[in-house]
């Protein structure tokens, strides 16, 4: 980035280099942009996290241990270079509120606010810089699109569910690259949506005015698509159940993508390479868009660690390496035991070469023979996929939630078409039974289990958890010695919504943390 985009960036980015600068005062800077292409090159080194930056965006970290399709290992004897990992692990599997004191790795909020930065800084300009009105529309969208992600991801870290208390704290809102001087107060988790659904809405109509040729490229940046699912997202959180439908169906109608279907690819094979394939690529029909890198998805769930055998008649030592984080039975045992669901074949991942009856934490990433997956010494790979078939679990949610609340039965036909489309595809040829459920609330609760099978470790289950309502959830730790502590997180627990990091509050003295 030369020397004029830089200085654009620096309109804010001092004041937001870390976490307890956020909201800092920080003065304009004197230089501003001219042309279009130079907002376009400041988005994307600004406000995207792309693949080969491990290190830009520590958004998913620790998202990964606090739902229940995660478990721990038993009987694991990790050496002591490993205990600063493990006392990490142990925080937020136990959803520890000293995570904001103590976990280095814990630097999403100030992490986030950043790329909102970057968003805002060219929103601030591109009104004023030459260059023709789609380019500025293109640009223009892209940046309230990620903003409309960014603030929905913070507030469903920060704030409680929509649905349980929209006027609870959220988190500020920031909408300018200009910082006040007297800080930012917390909006309220319903004003933050307002604020979500007025820059994904302008999003859409801007993507909407671009030829056709321009609203769905695959090309690393976000587009109309996208911006369709997430709205269908947002109000599938919200419970706007006709919006959340509507929206999932302009997604699935788009010709440009489609399900894969698993009965076409080779079951995974230990011996082979891959052992899995990579379905985090455009090369995958239901990809719709990429973002971050699976070492921040992946470095802690993923913490490989040295586990000392016997020392051997020749003075030698067995090791083993393991994960200590694991998948939990119940998301094991969701798939059912018949093997007509393929996806427990293709998502769930054995440990090194089978040795044990665990499976490692993560899904749908390249894992070469021996079933063997090291994030921390690789980069290049995506950690998060915005893909089609989250369209047709959104719509099939909101269609038997319309279908529950007496909408009418055309409502059940569609939530279980939308099912039996995306089911086809995942259960074994000769196998498959169309979905047939009368009951509102059990198509409900099957619609639910249908999107923790397909969406496993994709970054939805803590989210989906809390909108659920909150229901009680159990860990059991195991210490080095195998002794088990059960920690438990009761019905609406503050312990399922995050604090703020105490270094956002020191140059922001108009905020208030989170009642524990």
Known sequence: MNKVLRNIVLIGMAALASCQDFLEPASQSEYVPQLVESLDELLLGEAYVGPYDPQDGSFYTVLGLFDDDVAIRQGWNASAEYEGQVNDIRLAYSWSSDMKDVFSGYNTYGQVYEKILGCNAVLDYVDDVQGSEDEKNNVKAQALALRGYYYWFLV???????????????????????????????????????????????????????????????????????????????????????????????????????????????????????????????????????????????????????????????????????????????????????????????????????????????????????????????????????????????????????????????????????????????VVNGSFENVSIVDPDELVAFVRDERRRELCFENHRWFDLRRYGMEPLTHIWYDESNNASKFVLEKNAPGFTLQIPNEAFEHNSAMVQNEI
């Open 156 to 426: 469903n870290l920060y704030g409680q569910p929509y649905s349980y208390n929209k006027d609870a704290l959220g988190v500020p809102l920031q909408l300018t690259s200009e910082l006040d001087e007297s800080g930012k107060p917390r909006n309220t988790v319903g004003e933050v949506y307002d604020q979500i659904l007025k820059d994904l809405q302008e999003a859409e109509r801007l993507f909407a005015s671009l030829p056709e040729s321009m609203q769905v490229l695959r090309n690393n940046r976000v587009n109309l698509p996208f911006t369709q699912l997430m709205l269908s997202r947002v109000c599938l959180y919200m419970e706007n159940w006709e919006q959340a439908l509507a929206y999932a169906n302009l997604v699935i109608d788009n010709n440009n993508f489609g399900i894969l279907d698993l009965n076409s690819l080779p079951l995974p094979d230990m011996y082979g390479n891959p052992a899995y394939m990579d379905y985090y690529t455009y090369d995958n029909p239901e990809v719709i868009f990429l973002f971050g890198n699976w070492y921040d998805v992946l470095s802690l769930t993923m913490m490989s660690y040295v586990n000392y055998g016997e020392e051997t008649p020749g003075g030698m030592i067995n090791w083993t390496k393991y994960n200590l984080p694991v998948v939990s039975e119940s998301l094991i045992n969701a798939y059912g035991t018949d093997g007509t669901d393929l996806r427990r074949r293709h998502y769930l991942i054995p440990d090194e070469y089978n040795a044990t009856p665990y499976y490692q934490p993560c899904s749908k990433f390249r894992v070469d023979n021996g079933f063997r997956l090291q994030p921390a010494s690789t980069s290049g790979n995506w950690g998060v996929a915005f893909k089609v078939t989250e369209a047709y679990l959104n719509g099939a949610e909101a269609a038997a939630m319309l279908f529950k609340n007496g909408a009418g039965a055309n409502y059940q036909t569609e939530a279980q078409a939308l099912l039996d489309d995306l089911r086809v595809n995942r």
